[in-house]
Every structure is written in structure tokens, then in C-alpha cells.
């Protein structure tokens, strides 16, 4: 074999190689190996017949179909997937983590905002807290729990930018209806309104998992409770709104925790175990 | 779904089939096999043939095993053999290509 010959074959083999790339990750996974053997134990054997170009264009011609069936088929796995049935659980480390770094997003964004305030109130006249507050908590707790969901639901990568945008919705939320009256004493004004609240910062969350799992609307609903217990603090007059965001914060996480336990693992668990009974 | 529900085949499907119908193979092993068989008429590439094992993986007509007697060549290699659903569909295959030959000899012996 010649140099310009050999070179030819490795570039035609390089050329193969990156073909092989082409199919999907799993595919890639499960058989990349094995069928770059079998080329390769089907060129060798070529070569010695003399055949090895005709080789070439057919396993060329054979890997372009092949390529495009799987990455087609790849797709559609990928869409029934998307609803996890029997995915990987999370397990214990991930509720306590789940609770704590929610926790600690909270009191951290309490900190923050405190030492960002005074920055702020010297351009702009007037800044409240909680205009400070309720972003920096959207944008850190939404990391935190992208960090954490991205193991279990794969591609959520917006996860971050709808928490932030949930946690804008209490002054959409207060632009659009201040003027809402909702009867009986202060308290169960204060939790009815506090559960509103929660349901509208958790939308734009649930708007990203109702794609991803069923049942997503559990994540509203214990966002809405959790606010709403939060609201119960007007029964205990707290003279200090850091308790007030500290006991937010806990209840909070420990609600969404029962909602990720809810939706990533006691559903899919039920809905496998009903199909399976029913086959 | 039921054996006969994937009925017809493709003759790619048949022919990887007929090959793992005697002995489990490694992917090239059934690539050699198919040709030998079909005497040069069908010659699977290796795209062709993974994606049809892959399906057929999936579908549980066959399944997959480790070398139990590796050497260098086959280290990378696995060996796939027939399910009892793979064996199902490949006998009730044979039984409809058997028919339709009996079928067209007839036709043709009434007409000479």
C-alpha cells in the first residue's frame, strides 16, 4: 500500500468514524463499539478481496438510513420519556437537600437584599424590601433547584428563568389587582391572598413541569398551601419580618419537597404499578 | 403486542432471524451468515444491521449475551440470540411464506 493510499483509507475511515458520532447517545452507548468492529472486520476482509471500495460506499450508504431512522427514533423515545414513568427516584439526599438549600436561598436573599438596599435607595428614592427581595430569592432558589432537579428531569434549563419570572408575579399580581377585596377578618384575608400569591409565583414553574411529569399541577397547589400557611403569622402579630420569612422559607421548602416526592416519585410509581396490573 | 401482529417481515428481519435460528451470533458473524445464506444477494451493512438489532432488542425478539469465551477480536462483541418471541414470530413467518409458496404452486399447477 502506498503513502497517498493509506492515506485515503485513514481519512475514509476517519470519515466513518465521524459518522459513527452522528447516531444518538444512547444508540452511541449501546452499540458504537461493536459496530465500528464490525466495519472494521468488514473492511480488513474487503481488502483482502479486493473489494474494499465498494465496502466503503456500502456501509457509507448503510450508516446515512441508519443514522437518520435513529436519530428519528431518538426523538420520539425522547418524547414519551419526557413524561418520566419509571425514571431514576431521587432519594433521601435529595429531599434534605431539597429543604435546606430552599431554606438557605431564602435567608441568603434576606441578606443580600440588606446589604444591596443601600446601593439601590441612593439612585432610586423609595425602593421597598420586598421589590429587592422577592427577585433575588426567584433567581437563587431557582439555581439551587436547578442544580438539584437537572439530575432527575434532564433538560430543564429554564427551570431557573421561571422561578425568577414566578417570583416577579406578586407585583404583576398586585399592578393588576390591588384592588381585590376579599371578605371575612384580616387573617383569612391575609392567607387567601397569600395563597393566590403562591399560586401565581408557582406558574411559570408549572408551565415547564406539566411538559416533564403528570399530574404538574400538584406543584400550584402546595405552592398556593404553603403561602397561605405563611399568612397564618398575622395570628401571632411577629414583631420582626425576619421570623416571618424564616418560617416562610422552611414551610416552603418542605412543601415543594412533598410536591418533588409527589411528582417524581409516588405518582410515576403508582401510574407503573397500575399499568403493570392491568397488562 | 402478539407474534403475529409483526407480521410480515422484512427480509432484512428474516434473513437476521434465520441467522440467529440455530446459534446466537456476534453482529459480524450474522453479517457473514446472511450472505453465505442468501449466496451474495443480501449483504447487510453494519448501520442496516444494528438498527435492525436494536429493534428487535427493543421489541424482544432477540436478546443480548456476553462472550462467554472472549478473545481479542471479540472483546468489544456480543452475542445475540433468539427470545421465545423472536422464535414465535420467525416459525409463524415461516409458516406464511410456506403457504403462499403452496399457494402459488397450486395456482400455477391448475393453469399448466
Known sequence: MDNFEWHIRSLVLRFIESLLKLYPPRFRHEFYSEIQKVILCRLRDAEQTGQW??????EIAGLVPSIIQERWHDLGFRKETMMIIANEKPGWFFYLGWVALNAIAVIMA?????AIMPLVTERGEGTRLLDLLFP????????????LLRRYLPHMGWWIAATFLGWLMPFVWFFIFSRVVIPGSSTV????????????VALPQWWLLRKRVQHAWWWVLFFGLAWGMVGLYDLWN???LFPVLLGFAVVLAIATSIACWLLL????NHELSSRTSSQ | MEAQDYLPLTETSFFIL???????????GIIKDVELMSTGRVVLA????YTALRRMLEDGWIERLEDENPNQESRERKLYMLSDLGRQIFQLETKRLQSMVRLTRTRLNERQ
Open chain 1, 53 to 58: 471500495p465498494c465496502a466503503v460506499v456500502h
Open chain 1, 110 to 114: 434576606w441578606y443580600i437584599t440588606w
Open chain 1, 136 to 147: 433575588i430569592i426567584g433567581l437563587l432558589t431557582g439555581i439551587l433547584q436547578y442544580i
Open chain 1, 189 to 200: 384575608r391575609i392567607v387567601l391572598g397569600m395563597s393566590v400569591l403562591g399560586t401565581t
Open chain 1, 238 to 240: 411577629p414583631p420582626d
Open chain 1, 265 to 268: 416519585d409516588r405518582l410515576p
Open chain 2, 18 to 28: 434465520l441467522s440467529l435460528a440455530t446459534t446466537p451470533k456476534h453482529g459480524y
Open chain 2, 46 to 49: 453494519a448501520g442496516t444491521l
